[in-house]
């Protein structure tokens, strides 16, 4: 067993958080890993509060073990999503994209654990003056929204900055990966394209099967342009994305031509206009499996490769 921080904090087994992931990381996604011992997030995204609602109760339904909601800080809904998590009395809230501090105060008055994820020391720092409870430092290898900074510098640098326990977040998906976060002094590693690719996340199958299929170039990135670059699986959509920033269009049809994306992949399969959005790790994912397997596989590995360190002791 390998129990850190993270474990006790969070009320968890093994130190493995699912990244919150819109339109992807639904109630039977986050139920299935708080299941497997780990902490399942739900991904809130844009969607309205009623939704986030009936979601969080599902969960419940399928679990009493702690699990967290994630909220995305260009949310029309945030607020709202916020007081849902206190009347439902959630575990833990996970933000990202953009800086949380407003909602910090409200979160601890209510008991509720904060865990924003950052892609920076600065606003690691000032989260942690805020009142953050844990941090996920996420390398701009993730999918989705990113940052800048790769994770093998970011993390020690954010675990210098800052008393609070950091998650490593951004090319995780085995336990070689697990083992080495912990000796970049983290508590703990956050996984989404791994997770992904599991038989309970109800992503369409389209998707699933082109993470498996992905090398480790498939990946590539847009969005710059706008100062909010995006890491998705190469295809045409992201090709034309990319012609599209080259040839300087405004701000505004960039935006109108993105709207509605990441749902025409996720939920309806299309991986031709369609965003894809993956990690850098989705190369090395593989397989397609249960939840709970997938945790027990990753939490034996990083034992075996931890108890493996001695032989480099002359
Ligand atoms: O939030 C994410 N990843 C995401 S959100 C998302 S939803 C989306 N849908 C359509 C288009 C674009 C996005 C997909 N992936 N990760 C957490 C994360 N947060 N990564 C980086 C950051 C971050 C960046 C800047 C956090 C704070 C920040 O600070 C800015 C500030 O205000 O200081």
Known sequence: MIRTPLCDLLGIEHPIVQGGMAWVGT?????AVSEAGAIGILGGGNAPPDWVRAQVREVKQRTSRPFGVNIPLFSPFVDDVVSICIEERVRVVATGAGNPAPIIPRLKEAGIL??????????????????ADLLVAEGMESGGHIGEVTT??????????????????????????????????AVGIQMGTRFICTDECEVHPNYKEKIVRAGDRATMTTGHSLGHPVRTLRNPLARDFEELERRGVTEQEIIEFGTGRLRLAAVEGDMVHGSVMAGQVAGLVDDIVPCKALVARIVRQAEDVLRGMPRFFG
Do not use: H
Request: net charge positive; glycine share 10%.
């Open 152 to 185: 093998l510098p970011l993390v020690p640098q954010v675990v210098d900055a800052v008393r609070i326990p950091v998650v490593a977040a951004g090319g995780f998906a085995d336990g070689r990966g697990l083992a080495a976060a912990l000796a970049l002094g």
């Open 114 to 131: 904060v865990m924003p994820v950052i892609a920076s020391v600065a606003l690691a720092k000032r989260l942690e003056r805020a009142g």
């Open 27 to 31: 109630a039977a996604l986050t139920a």
